[in-house]
């Protein structure tokens, strides 16, 4: 009984201790809420490249070989990864051009995040969230396969149309969210990979197999039935942009998205082969983005 | 033997790999793309936190078997490939361990952000599981243990112990009685005969035999205590005979003063260096262990004289299992404790409302039950909603909800993006582009131009004609010369009716200049050969497409459904697209399975046409009941009375109408 008075008293009376703890727990708890509720929204400033391109095209492969400046062995990817990779010393950051040679700040290596994303059907999604919602996004690198791009091939179709999709989102921009139109200019580069390989096309022809490919992909899409959303909802969204490039042209050309401050360059090179990788163009491509 | 063994991440990145010959990537892609993306060959597992090798169903491909298993937190899988022909019965097993051993090693590094790179030095780990587990496999091929049996046990008595127990695997028994009994069956079998490491001069085995006591600080107290020399004797003389080579190139081999200079330790070294290694003494084993840095307090420790001795590999892979083991059954026992579930259910109400909870099966149940009941009522026929909310229960148990978000709406979020998976297809579906590529290919690509056939397949009074009807106004609209073809010879009126349809196209598309031909031979002839001609007329007046209409047969109907096999042999079909009434309900997969397994091994459907989806609302369930038993993309949807009304599917929509609640 007389503990329980005891206890009674000690937890009623002003002590020290209870004050302790009073204080210590109204400061900690807008504390614990603001760690809580920020954590998500954490500063990631570093300036990020987004690999993109249909499956098997070289995509991971290119990314573990920025990395550790060696080819390791990938597979089908499943999953978005973003990995912080540097410039290599020989290359200087667009952003660094007119800094001395001897500058400390061009001693550090330029760091950036290169986006990796699966280019399966199903999964193509992950890129295009990355899409439309950037987080300092520089530039996009879409990776094809150079040697599945003949004429009446496959992959060209499939290459062609997830170009088409990809260069549209980019397009329509303008009318999307605020992070996306914050992207003034968006370079993007047509990396054609496998150029080791002889059945590889040669980059200038990678460039117009793939322009005319999409002139079929564009005139096909106006052509083509009406989604199912459309007309059933009322919320269905303008439907009259599908269009890619200049309204009105006969073929599309890459150089139509300038209109639309995206930037298209085809470059040629290979992540693997046997003599060794040639990717010191996309290496500067990506140094004068950054 | 195996052919490879590789740790991959979801992403891509193989972390480690080891193959004996060299395989085609494309092999490990295929699993990848067919079970875990596109989830042709559906995981039969069981839900469980981290499902064992032997519950995923084996994947073959291309004369191989693959056996593999997922650390879903970590994002890793682990496959074992091997050729079909062989039975590995150790397979499951190895791939367990393996993926129990990484995770432990290099669970702190796979955590990081920002990078694919692993430090890995996981060949010796590897290797010793291979011996290992061969090892035990052979201890249980009878023949062996009777020989190697101990004198004092009857000999019929012996199998039947080794054939009633499971594998005696050290790792997975419980400590006390572990050691004994592995040491018993170590010093039992192990002719080391086929195993990879046959030419060392050391195995395992013939370590545990010399039975050396070892510095204290290199051992676990445990090791110490159970010192094996009796049951190693034991086994040691009844097999001496068969095996007295092994034994002595170890007993000869010496360290010099250089290096280690304790003969005790001669063994732990071996295990730690490859097998051509023995050249080196102390120095080398400390580079490797440099390079691989990692705690070295778990790997060794230092000796009285400061020199740093690795610890035995066998006790460090051991201890990894017993203790994921002993995990295994700590967490079984707690759950049950209760003041403990008391204080669990409290916290666990509060992590539901502020997030941060880690999902169990527990916590899932209810909210899942609600979600198929949900889907059950949007139409989806019950085998398919069972296995979705499986999937999404699979994907999350165990994972972390976010702040503040309850569980329902992180599975509402998993259903959502499961539900867009499965409807989104593989590959584009273009129609008017595929048609060009046949029916006008390039210059350049030496093809033959040829008219495109498209043939349309169902059951009774579903729409197939209509729905034929309505792709030939989409394909007269965009200046297509369309072909259709009555092969409906068996239900009386059938061909009138397409002929209707074929005047009112006319009509509809003249202006335009729409030109559509019907091609009927009446009833009652073979409905394979009428296909086949008519492909044939087509090529020879330069139409672009050709539109078959079959008759409608019940799916349960084995006579009629036979004879598609024979129909898409002659005819050819570029595509075949089977309409499905968004109406059905249970019956839908059924339906979808057997017309897609009907037209033999190597052809299948192509997509599906659902109808009268107007009639139905947000019950669009049939959509994904169909698409899920088959994995065949839906192509259009039928969505009102009119030649014009039909749509391809928009994902969005059909996964906002799913989830709506109404
Ligand atoms: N010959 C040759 N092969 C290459 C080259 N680059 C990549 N490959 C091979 O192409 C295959 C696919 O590469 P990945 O990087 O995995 O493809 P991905 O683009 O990531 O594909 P997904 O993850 O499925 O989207 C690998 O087997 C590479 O070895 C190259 O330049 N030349
Ligand atoms: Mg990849």
Known sequence: MASTSDWAQALLSPSPLG??????????????????????????TLPSILLIGPSDSGKTSLLTLFERGTNASTHTSQAPISVECSLPVSNTAGSDKYRSAHDPTNQAHKKFLLIDTPGHGKLRHHALDNLTNPQNLKGLIFIVDAATLSAGDEGLRQTADYLHDTLLILQKRMAGN?????????????????????????????????ESEITKVRVSRSKGLLDSGIGMDEGADDEKDDWLGEVGSQDFKFYQMEEFDVTVEVIGGNVTGGEGPTVEKWWSWISERL | MLDSFEILTTSGV??????????SPSIVNSLITNVFIEERTLPGAGIADDISAANNPPYKHDLHTL?????????????????????????????????????????????????????????????????ELEKTSLNQDPRSTESAAPDEVAPPLTPKVFADEPPPLPGLLSRGQSNNNYRDSASNGSTPVGTPDASRPTTPAGHLLTGKAKPGGSRRSRKAANTPTVYASSGDESSSKKRPMK???????????EGMADEDDDTVLDYSLPANGATSGEDEAKD??????????????????????????????????????????????????????????????????????TLTKEDLDKAMKGMEDHLLKKNVAREAAIRLCEGVERELIGVKTGNFESVQAKIQVAMESSLRKILTPTSSLDLLREIDAISSPSPLSLQKKRPYVISIVGVNGVGKSTNLSKIGFFLLQNKY????????????????????????????TAREGGQVELYQKGYGKDAANVAKDAVTF????????????????????QRLMSSLEKFAKFAQPDKILMVGEALVGTDSVAQARNFNTAFGTDRSLDGFIISKCDTVGDMVGTLVSMVHATNVPVLFVGVGQHYSDLRNLSVKWAVEKLLSSN
């Open chain 1, 19 to 44: 004050l302790v703890i009073a204080i210590l727990l109204a400061i900690s708890i807008p504390l614990f809420l603001h760690s809580v509720v920020f954590r998500a929204s954490g500063l990631t």
């Open chain 2, 288 to 357: 490797r262990l440099g390079a691989a840095e990692i705690d070295q307090a778990t790997w060794g420790s230092k000796t009285g004289k400061g020199q740093f001795v690795l610890k035995d590999l066998d006790d460090q892979v051991n201890s990894i299992l017993t203790s994921a083991d002993a995990k295994k059954v700590d967490s079984a026992a707690t759950s049950t404790g209760l003041f403990g579930s008391g204080m669990s259910a409290i916290g666990g109400l509060f992590r539901n409302v502020v997030g941060g909870k």
């Open chain 1, 178 to 210: 605020k992070a996306l139109k914050a992207l003034k200019d968006l370079p993007v580069l047509i990396a054609a990979n496998k150029m080791d390989l002889f059945t590889a096309l040669p980059a200038a022809l990678v460039k117009s197999t793939l």
């Open chain 2, 538 to 557: 087509a090529a020879q007046e330069e139409f672009d497409v050709v539109l078959i209409d079959t008759a409608g047969r019940r799916h349960n109907d």
């Open chain 2, 247 to 257: 034994n002595e190139p170890k007993k000869g081999r010496k360290w010099t003063a």
């Open chain 2, 14 to 23: 193989v972390l480690w790999s080891k193959s004996y010959t060299s395989i």
């Open chain 2, 481 to 508: 010369k369309v072909l259709v073809v009555a092969c409906d010879t068996f239900r009386s009126g059938a061909v009138e009716q397409l002929a209707v349809h074929v005047r009112n196209l006319k009509e509809l």
């Open chain 2, 67 to 131: 056996k593999w298993t997922t650390v879903k937190e970590l994002g890793l899988i682990f496959v074992a490939v091997y050729r079909s022909l062989l039975h590995l019965s150790w397979i499951d097993k190895l791939v367990d361990n393996i993926r129990t051993i990484f995770v432990d090693l290099y669970g702190d590094q796979l955590k990081k952000p920002h990078t694919t790179l692993v430090e890995c030095h996981f060949d010796e780990y590897f290797d010793q599981q291979i011996r």
